[in-house]
């Protein structure tokens, strides 16, 4: 069974980063795609960043690109979130997503797997 541990959260002043690790165990997800998702207090969840599972492609929300890096580490089994120049609208649950897959397809945004979150609050 594949189990998705973040780790890295926490509380950051507005222009401030953090760097987000999930750690994937059961299982190696080299061959998977990966991705960060983000729920705001209140609102929906987001996909903010995802990676195939070469690094080869790479998608960004709107709402981070510029200012968030994902990477992995296949031979560690990681993938983190790199994220600067934060600002308070980032703050929210951050969660790590995996799924049955090489490649993230906007057609079918559905993931298979879900790390606990991790509380990124940022500060004005």
């Known amino acids: 069974q594949v189990q998705l541990v973040e780790s890295g959260g926490g509380l950051v002043q507005a222009g401030g980063s953090l760097r987000l690790s999930c750690a994937s165990s059961?299982?190696?997800?080299?061959?998977?795609?990966m991705g960060w998702c983000r729920q705001p207090p209140g609102k929906e969840r987001e996909l903010i960043a995802a990676?195939?599972?070469?690094?080869?492609?790479?998608y960004y929300a709107d709402s981070v690109k510029d200012r968030f890096t994902i990477s992995r580490d296949n031979a560690k089994n990681t993938v983190y979130l790199q994220m600067n120049s934060l600002k308070p609208e980032d703050t929210a649950v951050y969660y790590c997503?995996?799924?049955?897959?090489?490649?993230?397809?906007?057609?079918?945004?559905?993931?298979?797997?879900w790390g606990q979150g991790t509380q990124v609050t940022v500060s004005s």
């Open positions: 997503v995996a799924k049955e897959g090489r490649y993230y397809n906007h057609a079918d945004p559905s993931w298979h797997y």
């Open positions: 059961g299982r190696t997800l080299s061959s998977n795609a």
């Open positions: 990676i195939s599972w070469s690094a080869g492609r790479i």
